[in-house]
């Protein structure tokens, strides 16, 4: 069941627009103007009043004060409408806040009065999973200032790099620096942009800060948005498709690992092993496995079928940024705040190796073509031999920490992203810059260095 | 604020030093109903603050103050009524007191009140440059203002929710990347920053757990936000530094109800001369709240009468302005109470002011007993208490004063109170050395060595600490941070741990201020001596102090005086005791005359005693200042300021509070009745009933309050009332908290119990000598609360007495029954196997003889022996069944109970009251009875 960019639209006009004459949905839109303004603080964080709205079955409760929140068809005996309609400023929700818009308001009261009647598929589920993805607003036409590239990535045939934006992912030429077009209807923040294996998809995970997370998968090919993956409450920080392109992991800021069916959307599996956000995701490469990082300070392997945990590397002490599997698969490279990249066995957990020596932290491992690369806040972005660990180049020349690292093995070029704004594109045969680039359109890159 | 287990991380550390830290909450938003309406009155003329205004950017306002002036010197703040008009809306706009730029050029303020006018130049510039928001002093100023880095919140070693911030942004560098860089820059948006999580979270639009703490009509959002939309930009190295701050008005304003509010205003002043108002930025504290709250705003509430500090905080600068609220008290008449000196003339002075009259002199009795247990620590004997009392000389108590700082005890009373600051204890220094560091400090004490020199011979010490037992000093403040630590609270009374770590996040203690006062002893070595315990204490000639956090060698630095360029290059130490030492020092003098006061008095004119800061002011400056002068011109003569209080009537005054000072704890109207110490409840236990505790390892005859170290002997009773462990410098480790452990131990704990059982106790050596029970009563009384029992007490005591005659014939009647059921019960238990056994035995006698043979072994006991001789004559063998057989044969748990019961049964008799017991127990009842009162327990 693939719905495209049009339906979306239609559903987002009905949050604006209320038409009187059709019911009101309470999935479409009464849900997300609960998230809104209502969760934080009658959430699962804090439970003001003893109430929560995070789930449909929870709303429709009365919280400590015995008053029924939602009574279906009886408006006067709808606490929650009472609320958000009352004079009284100590009284009235959001509390110490403008009240809600009347269209707003309007929604609500007609969704009460029809019955308030629940049309997701569970009472129980969270809100934030059944509303449906929302259409993110457009880029700036221009940028007034840079964002941190956090992700980025070449496409199958090299003839394109794929770069985090604001609301979008610019998509450059990495042979000339020229923009070849800007893909909307994105998160705010992009952490992570990857293809599936057989170069017909295209997933990009992010979200924003603090309010979404979500994974988006394109057609490689149209552009056109064929399915959003997983809605959670912070942003998604790394996804990845396994090597066999059925199954795609995603690790996100609420430190869970959602396993995805490619072909269906399904969730698969969900692991809660990490106790804080999981910051990056890598499959062996016969896709039995799974190594994710921390910010808990961990890395951690899976087992990918059942989810069930292998491993714990606790050696990096600081939070995990990066991982990769050595190419015989019995081993991972991680690399964190500790500033090291350490190897070390699935098998008991015990370091192997330090790759290299770094002066700062280290972020995403990258791994193509028998290398793995780094980047790092010393500036620097470095390609070892992933057998060997043996260090092969070193990239220098970025004004800024070097977040993102992409590897095109055909043409044996990599891509690196740097906190200020700037991509370049180097040729890893003589180490050379091919191009540089400023990914914010219409900011010059002058402009950036200035700042 | 959310105050988890994990903001305590840190706090091990911290928490000796100051609780406080954490549990002082920003200030409190104030709603307009709590204010009472300001009666304008007729002033003679009003004062704006400031009297003009240069305004030269667009983002700079203006707090106005308006002081009215009234007849007899009154002063009242008008800011709240006053009206205020701008000549040129398009210069300058004012709102509420604040004044807003519009447009160059320049404009008056005209203030009207009370039918009085003021003009006020204001001069507006740069209204259409940008004015770029401060990182440090916009940005991290908001941040600080909101609360967002405190130490609860972010401010926390670990942060919150993954978020860090440096404790109240002393760690600039730090917020500069975990605000902008950190976590990919998610936390600010520069393409639209009103969705920036930095401000999403505190208003609660994005869940928060330190809920919402930020609106958007704060002064601190329009910063924040406008911080983001341009760029996140750093201050340029050559920007203008804060120098300094100024808080409106001074100190000393005392406002009189219904006038209790006051507006404040702060400016800073910048390297280039610039001043800005931060009135909106600023964070206010009450050091005392029941007196006084403050609003974000800066707005003063008055709530009781009395004196508030608050603190103002703006980045590392803390300024505090005095204030004092006084309101009418029905039925108050000064009655001009006479002084002794100058201590009363201080003490009534606050008095007056704040409407508490003292109370009467307390009675010869208590001025005795008082005074005995403050100079001396134990109580006076029934022969000294007789004397005094019989004494009619007019100047009795300032001989007595005299005399009690002349005994032996007094010095040993003195150096147990600086036993504890400076941590005697053998764990520390030592078997041998305790006792050699105590008789120096008790030798101190004894000669009165003056303080500056004995401050002095501690702080420079040097060579073993056997020979030289000061040097001791340096081995109980062990490493340089624990002698920083030591040193600024027990000689300036500041309380530094915080600072090691962090800029202290109250006081104007810095980080770098720690490593500076470091810096004067971090060359100060320790190595062992060659005998047994011994260390040997020495300086190096080299080393130098680097802050931990920005890596610079630190100068010796000294507080208000600075950097020392060039210390003294042989012992570091000396320039710190030489600068200490002197006389215009502003802390040296104080700390000690507020320690001795606080001994003498219950409570400290600063209180804690050893924790001088802003937050904490004195509750009378104008005192502890005359007291500290005093001390410094008698050339630091300790004696001379305990004799000075002592002979002041505010210390002579009775306990007892009349209807004009009850609600006073704090101005000394009344004295404070206080639990006696540990030390002097057990020396006062044993004085009353006349039996010592002997501590094994002391000589015979040493009280309590002369023991050197409390682990030279581990007294349950001493831990359990409070007796400190000496594992740190804080005053606070003394414990005068009551607990149930002490109840129990009065009520029938050992200690009194078998002093009260004693043979030779007083009330028995008293009986021994024939002493009617009057006498007895009257002796009991005088040794033990100093004064004879009044006509009620004395009936009631003899009644008691009498009540219980014929008591111990009673008893010793239920105690012969009582024997006489056991003996019943042993036999009970023994007879069936007795009779088993008999039977076996005389079954074996011929039948015609097994009659009298079982007449002959029942025998009576004390015939047994004969009978046997009878029976083995006559039959070959013994017939009588012994004890050991009849046991032999009983199965255990008979066996057991049989032991049980004839151990009670040669135990009962010992409980046999002899002749004469209904008298004894009922004085014991008696002694127990004083012992037990508040009368007793307390000094009073």
């Keep these: 069941m693939r719905y495209s960019v049009v339906v979306l639209l239609t559903v987002s006009a009905g949050l604006v627009t209320s038409a009187a004459a059709e019911p009101v949905s309470f999935r479409k839109q009464v849900a997300q103007i609960l998230l809104d303004n209502c969760l934080a603080c009658h959430g699962p964080k804090k439970a003001e009043g003893g109430y929560r709205i995070d789930a449909y079955e929870r709303l429709i409760k009365a919280g400590d004060s015995d008053e029924v929140a939602v009574t279906p068809s009886k408006l006067d005996a709808s606490e929650l409408f009472r609320r958000i309609v009352t004079e009284d400023e100590s009284e009235r929700m959001p509390l110490e806040g403008d009240p809600l818009p009347a269209e707003q308001i309007a929604l609500i009261k007609q969704w009460i009065e029809e019955g308030a009647k629940f049309d997701g598929d569970d009472p129980k589920a969270a809100l934030a999973t059944i509303v449906p993805p929302p259409v993110h607003p457009s880029p700036p036409e221009v940028y007034a200032n840079s964002l941190p590239i956090t992700a980025l990535t070449f496409s199958p045939d090299g003839s394109q790099l794929a770069v985090s934006g604001y609301h979008e992912l610019t998509v450059w030429n990495p042979a000339d620096g020229k923009l070849i077009k800007r893909v909307h209807n994105i998160g705010q923040r992009t952490h992570a942009i990857t293809y599936s294996p057989d170069g017909k998809l295209l997933a990009v995970g992010g979200g924003t800060p603090g309010r979404l997370g979500e994974t988006r998968i394109f057609n490689a090919e149209n552009g056109e948005l064929v399915r959003v993956l997983g809605s959670t409450s912070d942003v998604v920080l790394d996804v990845a498709f396994s090597p066999q392109g059925d199954r795609l992991a995603a690790g996100s800021a609420d430190g869970v690992i959602r396993v995805f069916e490619v072909a269906t959307g399904k969730p698969v599996q969900t692991i809660t092993s990490h106790s804080d956000w999981v910051m990056a995701i890598a499959w062996s490469v016969d896709g039995a496995r799974i190594a994710s990082g921390s910010r808990d300070k961990t890395a951690k392997v899976f087992d990918s079928k059942t989810g069930e945990l292998q491993v714990t590397f606790s050696g990096h002490g600081q939070p995990v940024k990066g991982v990769a599997f050595h190419p015989e698969g019995k081993e991972v490279f991680s690399a964190g705040t500790d500033k090291k990249v350490q190897r070390w066995k699935i098998e008991d957990g015990k370091k192997t190796a330090d790759v290299g020596s770094f002066g700062e932290e280290v972020y995403k491992l990258t791994a193509g073509g028998g290398f793995l690369f780094t980047g790092s806040a010393d500036k620097s972005a470095r390609q070892y031999d992933r057998k060997s660990h043996k260090e092969v180049r070193k990239y220098e020349g970025h004004k800024d920490w070097v977040l993102s690292t992409a590897y095109h093995d055909g043409s044996k070029r990599l891509a690196t992203g740097s906190f200020d704004g700037e991509v370049r594109v180097w040729n890893t045969e003589d180490g050379k810059i091919v191009v540089t680039l400023l990914a914010a359109p219409g900011l010059k890159l002058a402009a950036a260095e200035g700042s | ?940």
């Design chain 2, 1 to 940: 604020m959310q105050r988890t287990a994990t903001s305590l991380i840190h706090g091990m550390a911290c928490m000796a030093a100051g609780a406080l830290c954490w549990t002082m909450l920003a200030s409190v938003a104030l709603s307009q109903d709590d204010l009472e309406a300001v009666e304008v009155g007729t002033p003679e003329r009003i004062e704006v603050y400031p009297a003009e205004i240069k305004l030269t950017g667009p983002r700079q306002r203006m707090q106005l103050v308006v002081t009215g002036h009234y007849a007899g010197g009154i002063l009242q703040d008008l800011t709240r009524v006053a009206e205020f008009v701008s000549s040129d809306e398009a210069i300058v706009k004012i709102t509420a007191a604040r004044v807003a730029p519009q447009g160059d050029g320049a404009a008056e303020i005209v203030v009207r009140v009370g039918g009085q006018e003021a003009k006020v130049a204001v001069a507006v510039s740069g209204q259409g440059q940008p004015e770029p928001v401060s990182f440090e002093y916009g940005t991290l100023a908001a941040l600080s203002k909101q609360g967002c880095n405190a130490g609860a919140c972010h401010g926390s070693p670990s942060g919150k929710g993954g978020f860090r911030l440096s404790l109240r942004a002393f760690d600039p560098t730090l917020d500069r990347l975990t605000l902008i860089r950190e976590d990919f820059g998610r936390r600010t948006n520069p393409l639209d920053p009103a969705a920036s999580l930095l401000l999403l979270k505190p208003l609660m639009k994005v869940p928060h757990g330190g809920g919402l703490k930020l609106h958007s009509t704060d002064p601190s959002y329009a910063i924040l936000r406008d911080w983001i939309s341009e760029g996140c930009r750093l201050d340029p190295p050559e920007a203008p530094r804060c120098v300094s701050i100024q808080v409106y008005p001074p100190s000393g304003r005392v406002l009189k109800r219904p006038a209790h509010t006051q507006q404040l205003s702060v400016l800073a002043t910048f390297s280039d001369g610039s001043v800005r108002d931060i009135t909106q930025l600023a964070v206010y504290t009450s050091s005392d709240t029941e007196v006084a709250d403050v609003s974000v705003d800066g707005l003063v509430v008055g709530q009781d009468r009395g004196e508030t500090a608050v603190v103002v905080r703006y980045m590392e600068f803390i300024e505090s302005v005095f204030i004092t609220f006084v309101r009418d008290i029905e039925g108050f008449a000064w009655t001009n109470p006479a002084t002794n000196n100058y201590v009363d003339e201080h003490v009534y002075a606050k008095l007056q002011q704040l409407k508490y009259l003292p109370s009467e002199l307390c009675s010869d009795e208590e001025f005795l007993r008082r005074t005995y247990l403050d100079v001396i620590g134990i109580l006076p004997t029934v022969e000294e208490t007789s004397r005094f009392l019989t004494d009619q000389a007019a100047d009795k108590r300032a001989r007595l004063i005299n005399e009690l700082l002349d005994r032996p005890e007094y010095s040993k009373f003195w150096a147990l109170k600086w036993g504890d600051i400076l941590r005697l204890t053998s764990g520390q220094v030592g078997g041998d050395g305790v006792h050699k560091y105590y008789r120096w400090v008790e030798r101190a004490i004894r000669e009165n060595m003056p303080y500056d020199q004995f401050s002095r011979k501690l702080l420079a010490s040097a060579g073993s600490t056997l020979t030289n037992p000061p040097a001791n000093f340096y081995r109980t403040a062990g490493d340089t941070n624990d002698c920083v630590e030591t040193v600024s609270q027990v000689f300036l009374g500041a309380r530094l741990q915080c600072a090691k770590c962090h800029n202290h996040p109250f006081e104007r203690w810095t980080q770098d201020n720690y490593y500076g006062m470091a810096a004067f002893f971090n060359r100060v070595q320790r190595k062992n001596g060659r005998r047994p315990g011994e260390k040997f204490i020495f300086v190096s000639r080299s080393g130098e102090v680097t802050q931990p956090r920005t890596g610079k060698q630190m100068k010796p630095w000294l507080p208000l005086a600075g950097d020392v360029d060039q210390p003294n290059p042989d012992d570091r130490r000396q320039t710190f005791v030489d600068w200490l030492t002197k006389a215009d020092n502003p802390f040296f003098a104080k700390i000690e005359v507020n320690r001795i006061w606080s001994h003498l008095l219950g409570r400290g004119i600063v209180e804690p005693a050893d924790d001088f800061r802003e937050s904490n002011p004195p509750s009378n400056a104008a005192l502890l200042d005359a007291l500290a002068l005093d001390f410094v011109e008698q050339k630091y003569d300790r004696k001379h300021v305990i004799r000075t209080i002592l002979n002041s009537r505010t210390y002579q005054a009775s306990f007892k509070p009349n209807a004009m000072n009850e609600e006073d704890t704090k101005y000394f109207s009344h004295y404070q009745p206080r639990l006696l110490s540990a030390e002097q409840l057990l020396d006062a236990i044993c004085q009353v009933t006349d039996r010592p505790e002997s501590f094994s390892g002391l000589p015979a005859g040493t009280r309590a309050t002369h023991l050197p170290a409390p682990d030279l002997v581990k007294h349950d009773f001493l831990k359990i009332f409070g007796q400190p462990e000496r594992q740190t410098v804080c005053a606070c480790e003394r414990s005068s908290e009551s607990n149930l452990g002490m109840a129990i131990q009065f009520f029938n704990g050992p200690l009194i119990y078998n002093k009260l059982r004693d043979e030779g106790n007083r009330f028995r050596q008293l009986m021994k000598l024939e002493k009617t029970d009057s006498d007895i009563i009257k002796m009991l009384h005088l040794a033990a609360v100093n004064r004879e029992p009044t006509a009620k007490e004395l009936e009631a005591s003899l009644q008691h007495i009498a009540s219980k005659d014929g008591e111990s014939a009673k008893k010793n009647k239920e105690l012969e029954a009582k024997i006489a059921e056991v003996g019943k019960q042993v036999q009970a238990v023994r007879d069936p196997a007795f009779q088993k056994l008999l039977d076996a035995k005389l079954a074996t006698v011929p039948e015609p003889l097994r009659a009298d043979a079982k007449t002959a072994v029942l025998t009576a006991e004390g015939k047994r022996s004969e009978v046997q001789k009878y029976l083995v004559a006559k039959f070959g063998k013994g017939l009588v069944v012994s004890d050991e057989e009849v046991v032999k044969a009983l199965d255990d748990a008979t066996k057991k109970k049989l032991e049980a019961l004839k151990k009670e049964l040669a135990e009962l008799p010992k409980q046999k009251l002899p002749p004469g017991s209904d008298r004894i127990m009922a004085l014991e009842d008696i002694c127990w009875a004083i012992l037990n009162t508040n009368e007793f327990l307390f000094q009073h």
